[in-house]
């Protein structure tokens, strides 16, 4: 982006920003219309242009800022200090969940990114990098875990995989609901309940009594 750009209110950049994201994450880069882009933010293909030089700058730029939002957003804020996997989870889900109510337009845009392969080289470079957020967060949930929690007679590497794959369902589930929707409070309380509950019951099912 150049100085242009840079010198526009601060709400102004934000709305030509997203509505790139809305576009490049509904789409895929390959099929994503700069025509779209700019009818939506209410600017010509040439300010477009001027502001970010090509349609593959322009999405380099919200990789860059959507990684960075998702790094201090959401890696940043884990507890490394927690060792029960499911006290992990309960607290990663709600800094995700605040994250993506706050900035929902760059986490779309970040699955996106996956969801629709293309050929430009560009792509694929941002792939590997978001693809490296994944892992992150990933690791952190198979890692330092306190084991003894668990049932005698589990293999706990196991027992965590089978919990991820319980709870990933879940969470996409989950967020495919949240996506496009505010939720009222009762609504939202309901929702953290029913998650709370599920959290519960994976609880009773792989840990010791009391624990």
């Not at 390959?30 to 009818?39: E, L």
């Not at 337009?105 to 430009?120: A, C, K, Q, R, T």
């Not at 505010?182 to 994976?202: N, P, V």
């Amino acid at each position: 982006m150049n100085k242009a750009f840079l010198e526009l209110p601060e709400k102004r950049q934000q709305a030509i920003l997203n509505t790139a994201y809305e576009e490049f994450g509904a789409n895929g880069y390959d099929r994503a219309s700069t025509n779209a882009i700019v009818s939506a933010a209410g600017i010509s293909k040439g300010t477009l242009f001027n502001y970010f030089g090509s349609k593959i700058e322009l999405f380099q730029t919200l990789v860059a800022t959507a990684l960075e939002l998702v790094k201090t957003t959401y890696i940043s804020q884990l507890d490394h200090d927690l060792r029960d996997f499911l006290e992990k989870y309960r607290q990663a889900t709600q800094v995700k969940y605040h994250a993506y109510h706050t900035h929902p337009h760059e986490f779309n845009f970040f699955g996106g990114v996956f969801l629709y392969e293309s050929n430009e080289p560009a792509v694929r470079k941002a792939a590997k990098r978001m693809e490296q957020i994944r892992v992150d967060a990933e690791a952190y949930f198979r890692q330092n875990n306190d084991t003894s929690l668990f049932l005698a007679g589990l293999d706990p590497p196991q027992a965590i995989r089978l919990m991820q794959y319980c709870l990933d369902g879940y969470e996409r589930d989950m967020m495919r609901d949240l996506r496009g929707h505010t939720l009222a409070a009762d609504k939202s309380e309901a929702l953290w309940e029913d998650f709370y509950r599920f959290l519960d019951q994976l609880r009773s099912v792989f840990y010791r009594k009391g624990a």
